[in-house]
């Protein structure tokens, strides 16, 4: 069955922290907060689009959610509960602070049949976190993993490679504390710089420096490769390009694409095809439709690099599978080289 979420962004309300890269408003596109008569509103016209039998969340995504009073964030889940009892909706999904998690939260979540609860983890590292003016102790993470996974919700983790004070290994090393927790879901938003934000004037006064794209690519296809060669479902990669960013509104600097994620499938298999071509001196590929273009990569970037590249669509050929000079390989076997050089 698919699967939609009816975003509900609740901008900065709830949130009385300051994190140097944060700036609700510009991400959102939105400045102001959504009444329970809006957020009813949103999932009528929501509901009007979307097929009937597929699975609809209403995510609650932007701010802190359970940062919140327990009192409105009731009100909001009193609206949503009214969709959910008439069938129209199948859960809720929302994101917040691993430190804003505690059994008066957790009870009401439950109670109103919370189904999934994002944290914005962002760095397994102390340093990073102080730098990034996230002032909580590691210990508060673990303690919101187990508590949210005690309730029986779904857990998502969200991970920033790229913060402030991190380094490659710091970042790789988040991602194995990732896979340590066993998470449902995982998404990485790759640092950027957004106006407004202190990381914004860090930036220019020079005690930050942002992810070039190239570094942001290698971070991240070793922290996917990682994750997913663990069984967890990564749902994404980059930060998703609101109509601002996309037209480079609000964005300063930084690794932001549209298709980031695509960037990073590239290279992945153009690290993977390469050792081949310079082992047999050719490459023919054989892949089903899906995997072309990442094996073809962005404006076709990988075709120019591997000049000998042969690609025949083969679609008895499942996705997770791709034949190269004879020889078959699976998604598997592609990711455990990605991770092998990391090592080397
Ligand atoms: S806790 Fe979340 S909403 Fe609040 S400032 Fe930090 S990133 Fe922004």
Redesign the pocket.
Known sequence: MKHYNIPIFIS?IG?P???V??N?IKINGRETDVTNEDLKNIIEEYLKILPADSYKEVAFF???FT?ISLGRQKEYLEVVKKYLDKGLIQGIRLST?PDYINKEVMDQLKKYKVTTIEL?VQSFDEEVLKKSA?YYEIESVYKACEMIKKYGIDLGIQIMPGLPGSTFEKDFETAKKVVEINPVNVRIYPTLIIKDTELEKMYKTGSYEVLSMEEAIKRCRKICALIELNGIKIIRVGLQPSEDLRNGGVSVEGAFHPAFKELVEGEIYFSFLKKIEIQDGHLDVQTCEKNVSKIIGINKRNKKRLKGLKIKINNSLSVDKVIVNGVEYNRNKILQQELSECDE
Do not use: D, E, S
């Open positions: 900065h949130c922290n300051a994190c890269f944060c609700q932007g701010g802190t940062g602070r914005g996230r």
